[in-house]
């Protein structure tokens, strides 16, 4: 690759970051409200010091992984994590007056993802071959029943009622909360997070604009079922990926550039119109509350016992003796939010050092890491947009919920057997005969 090229990419790169940081920061002080809901703070404290100190940390993170950059699935995903999680963490180390042992502890976590994620992405796993038969049919027929069993969910809960009432959306979720049966959140979560935004991206690039079309509405009725905010960013990057024409050369070039644009959208609304509709969806939700309630999490488990794998781990919280007689969703709700918030679900940190304290920053990271190698092995043929938007849902949803828990496990397994199924396909080069 042409030095000169390198240089331009890597200028653009660190102009767009730094860009959003600065936004970021200025909407946190203008636009974020003393108050979260339920008489709960948000804990706005400026201090000049923490600031500077998380720029220069953020900087020389931002040079680390710009120089360790490679082209896997991987790497996609630890340079979205980057700009979702770790740019507004060094943030609130000075808006929020952040606890330092909180800030040094998810730096040696970062440390350790910089450090091993290309060691980690170039380990080899023997992959058995699965051949099937007739490949066509079975993409096609998974199209079917990801369309059938959306659709039936979708009428079973709001009878295909189409919805955008932000304010509803805790009044709606605690009410969902003990009604929904566990395999129909498990199809809310892998077809709303994954199948749907996936197949709208595909669909897109083969100019298939009718599938796409229906698969946009069946998402927009799926957020309307339980008002994940996430479902409508993952929709729009979709639509954006799918219609735009530009090569994907570099992923951290386009996540840079889509988040500062985000930004600066979120900035102007501000300014022009005094609303802050897409602070509030996205900014605020996809940036600012995860490593909000990291903090929590870390406050809480640094003065009580640790949970040690006995809640919230797929399969194996089942054969543990639990910690707590309450979900760690209601030690947290209880403790910080007055009862009014049924799931302040986040990851990363708060995972590791809820399980195993101080210990966990250091295996945590490593275990992040396979997950996503795991997936690397079956994504190699899937179109570039379809591999950036994969890229996307895992950084949002590993920023938001824990890794060892059963949603992520599930939509995790649930994505495999979609990129198999995918993979198979593109290697056969079939038409579609829907």
Known sequence: MPELYIKKRNIIIVFFSIVSKILYEIQVLYCLPE????????????????????????????????ISHRDDFLNYVCEILFLLNFLPVTSSYGLNNGNTVFFILYIIYWLIILIFKNKISMIQFTQKEYKLLFPKMEF????????????????????????????????????????????????????????????????????????????ILMEIMMFSVGMDKTYILLLIVAIFLG?????????????????????????????????????YMVVRRTFYLPVWINQMYFDFFSNHEKVLFTQNVFVISKFLPNTYTETI????????FNGKVPSPNTGLLAESFMHMGYAGVFVFPILLLFVLRIMDTYIAFLPSKSKFLLAICMGVLISNIPITGGFFVSVWLF?????????KFEKKECRLAI
């Open 329 to 336: 969703y209601s030690l947290i709700n209880h403790a910080y």
């Open 140 to 215: 096609n027929c998974f199209i079917l029943l990801t369309s059938i069993t959306s659709l039936l969910f979708i009428y079973h809960y709001n009878h295909f009622h189409i919805s955008f009432d932000l304010d509803a959306v805790y009044d709606l979720r605690a009410e969902m909360a003990g009604n929904l049966p566990t395999w129909f959140t498990w199809i809310k979560n892998c077809f709303g997070n994954v199948a749907l935004p996936l197949l709208i991206v595909y669909f897109l690039e083969k100019k298939r604009f009718l599938y796409s079309l229906f698969f």
């Open 415 to 423: 994505s495999l057997v979609v990129l198999f199924l995918l993979n």
């Open 35 to 66: 108050n979260y809901m339920f008489g709960v703070s948000f804990g706005k404290d400026f201090v000049l010091s923490k600031i500077i100190i998380g720029w220069f940390i953020y900087i020389v993170f931002l040079f680390f992984l710009i």
């Open 243 to 279: 219609l735009f024409k530009f090569r994907i050369k570099n992923s951290f070039v386009i996540a840079s550039f889509g988040i500062c644009g985000v930004m600066v959208l979120s900035g102007l609304e501000f300014l022009f119109y005094g609303t802050t509709m897409l602070f």
